[in-house]
């Protein structure tokens, strides 16, 4: 077990944040922190950047801000690179999606132009609705993994990196369920070597990360670095590893809403979610491929929130049902409604109904920013494996095999919290407080 208060390391030099794909989400996050460091925008939405934690007791008045208590990278040292199925670089790919203003984009495009993703490991059996031609040709998968490798060596070199991290920001692929070949890092490597259908293209770029001293978060649904053969990798390699599926919008509601009603102990009769949403994740998600993959990612959550096993006059028989329709003329503006049907005392029904007008990239770019520094963080503390303290950030977070995920959002964000005191060797907190009352 991690030691309370054991040696950080600092963050010198600079770090290289790899990004697997170059849409909406990276570019926002990129022309996001390019902003930010030239002080035209406020980190909005970020914990790393804006927010506190509180230590000691309440009447010790102590609040430091996070980045001043733990040491993370500076948004000066961040070094950007990335692969795409498309030739366009940051700034052309920043345009093409459409989140932030044309005028801020123009004004960063000396920084943005210089990001151009290089090719991509992709095959269109598994993202079907996608198709490029930046892609790399290799005779077998671990073929593939190894032109990664060299890529991972040559963007540490030429950028003069300190440190470097992964995050899969790219489209989600079909559901694979978990194959025999994932069950071992050896059964998985062989299965690279044949060619083997159940490795998907997100688990080489895990794998090559890993291989190559690099943590990997997983910001998207599907199966990839929660097999059996990359968590051995992860702890071989001491690395940690991360995901899956960040948690903005209708899920983020979720996770803050379930939890109140379980609190008051309010019934739950059925959850009806639907969206619409017009950006290339919305194209990508109209494939009942991909759908199934975010779909079994956004069902669990109410299950394990509300754990009907434990309350069952409450939770055992509701409806949940999620919907996503593609629906172009929105964009990355996706609507999202949810139309809950309650019960309270004596059983009398109520609705509760949420209309969350939002904006997918805007609410995935601080995630992505806080997973940079928070892998890189882990990294230096020499933190190996699945780091479930990140949970917060995802929709299906992943945890050891014995355990069941912790879905609800302010457990989670004690959870990391109290991970970061334990790091810095001061107490936990319990929330107790009848010291105060003696
Ligand atoms: N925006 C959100 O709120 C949010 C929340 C949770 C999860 N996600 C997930 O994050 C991912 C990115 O979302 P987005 O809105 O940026 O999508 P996007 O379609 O704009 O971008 C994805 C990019 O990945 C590229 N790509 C696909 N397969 C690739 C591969 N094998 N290698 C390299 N590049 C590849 C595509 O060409 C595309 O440019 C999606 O999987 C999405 O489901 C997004």
Redesign the pocket.
Known sequence: MLKKGAPISDPKGKLGVLL???????TTFIAGVEAIRRGLARPIGSLTQMGTIRLGKRTEGRSPLIKDFVPLANLDDLVFGA????EENCYE?AMQ?GVLEKELLVRLKPQLSKVRPMP???DQQY?KR?S?SHVKKGKTKMALAEQLIEEIAGFKKKNRLSRVVMIW????EMFIKPHPVHKTLEAFETAMRENHKAIA??MIYAYAALKSGVGFAN???NLTVDTPALIELAEKQNLPICGK??K??QTLMKTILAPGLKARLLGLHGWYSTNILG???GE??DDPGSFKT?EESKLSVLEYILQPQVYPDLYSDFSHLVRINYYPPRGDNKEGWDNIDIFGWLGYPMQIKIDFLCR??I??APIVLDLALFMDLAQRVGMRGIQEWLSFYF?SPMCAPKLYPEHDLFIQLMKLKNTLRHLRGEELITHLGLEYYD
Do not use: E, H, Q, Y
């Open positions: 697997v794909g170059m849409g909406a989400v990276s692969w795409d199925i498309f790919a999606a991509a490991v992709f993202v996608l490029g920001c790219a489209s989600t293209p997100s910001g998207a649904p599926d960040f903005t919008g950006n290339r994740d990508v998600l975010k997918d990239s609410l995935a929709k």
